[in-house]
């Protein structure tokens, strides 16, 4: 149960052009500690609860647990979060034999723009598309329990 990935920033939306898949996400966490988090999140008709451990000093995995909940539990259960929401849009991209997870966020954090690939291990190769532009691996400001308390509208640009 070792989640294994990579985050980026994005140059453009292009990206919107070669998604074969989107869906909505609304969000918020029970639990924000930096050693460990549990996440609700509602995903298109799909709901879970994640339980995510602390990111491994590359940044790149860590320990994930998820479980799928009714969206009624995940509706009472989003009233027991912490203060804030996470809003967004996740665009499904193919690229090569890896899938592009790309996340519009709304509301305060609108304006970022952030893929993730997942990976089967630390040193498996990924082909980077065009629209990419930095990575942000391991940087804990573009985590989504980091963004609830610190919103994106509020960074300094």
Request: net charge neutral; charged share 35%; with cysteine.
């Amino acid at each position: 149960m070792q989640e294994i990935e990579r985050k980026f920033l994005l140059k453009n939306d292009s990206f919107k052009k070669e998604a074969y898949n989107s869906y909505s996400i609304k969000q918020a966490y029970l639990n924000s500690h930096k050693e460990r988090t549990t996440r609700i999140r509602i995903r298109g008709e799909e709901a879970f609860i994640t339980v995510k451990g602390k990111s491994s000093k590359s940044g790149l995995s860590r320990f994930e647990w998820e479980k799928n909940i009714s969206i009624a539990e995940a509706e009472e259960l989003l009233q027991l979060c912490e203060p804030g929401r996470i809003e967004k849009t996740r665009f499904l991209v193919k690229v090569d034999h890896h899938i592009f997870e790309v996340d519009e966020f709304y509301k305060e954090n609108e304006g970022l723009i952030i893929a993730e690939v997942e990976l089967s291990s630390e040193n498996e190769k990924v082909k980077l598309p065009n629209w990419i532009a930095e990575e942000v691996t391991g940087d804990k400001k573009y985590y989504n329990s980091y963004l609830i308390q610190n919103p994106y509208k509020n960074w300094k640009k």
